[in-house]
């Protein structure tokens, strides 16, 4: 995101219903020193920040429903990469020996109980080359991971999961339904966008 201002504040959590305390990121223009504020307080006069409204993105989850939504990402992850391997259009390498599905489940277990961490981090932990339909997408593909047919059916694929096991927006972590509001009395806030 750049360089952003942030404002602390209390958020229901999307997944459970409990108050948690939160960064909301959002962007004025001018951004550059990062300033942080506390919710309701009023905004320093020597702030250049001018009353308004500014879109702001934060966390959809309390930190136990995100632990819990991480292990779920990461489950899927797992699972969508051996199924792609096994429907043949992916291969996995790992220091030049090809990889069979049940090996790449398990090396990437192992590697999940070492801790929570994104998908591409785990792929590179064990050095895990990966190809789709022949043109390698991990590590250094010369097609960005946005214009990349594999990266988008495997997105596809966790977002499925994380759907069946009632993660209502999948792959969805981020709430971008925010708006900050800074008031005429340079008091600051967050409201649910219109």
């Known amino acids: 995101m750049g360089v952003y201002r942030t404002l602390f504040a209390n958020l ?29 307080q ?13 879109e702001g993105c934060s966390d959809r989850f309390c930190d136990p429903c995100l632990e819990l939504w991480q292990e779920h990402e990461a489950d899927a992850f797992i699972n969508a990469l051996a199924q792609l391997v096994e429907g043949g259009d992916l291969t ?17 277990e192992t590697d999940k109980e070492l801790g929570i961490m994104s998908p591409g ?5 064990f050095d895990l080359v990966l190809a789709w339909k022949g ?7 010369q097609i960005p991971p946005w214009e990349s ?11 499925k999961e994380l759907l069946r096991n009632e993660w209502e927006l999948g792959c969805d972590v981020f709430r971008e ?8 009395d340079r008091a600051i806030s967050v409201e649910l966008s219109r």
């Open 12 to 40: 229901k959590c999307q997944r459970c219903g409990s108050m948690f305390r939160t960064d909301i990121q959002f962007k004025t223009g001018d951004d550059y020193q990062m300033q942080a504020y506390e919710e309701e």
């Open 42 to 54: 009023p905004v320093a006069a020597e702030d250049d920040l001018q009353p308004g409204s500014y």
């Open 92 to 108: 996995v390498t790992r220091s030049a020996a090809l990889l069979k599905a049940p090996t790449v489940r398990e090396v990437l």
């Open 121 to 125: 981090a785990r792929l590179s932990r």
């Open 135 to 141: 043109q390698q997408v991990h590590p250094r593909s």
């Open 149 to 159: 047919e594999f990266w988008t059916v495997l997105n596809n694929a966790m977002n």
């Open 177 to 184: 339904d925010l708006e900050v509001v800074v008031h005429e």
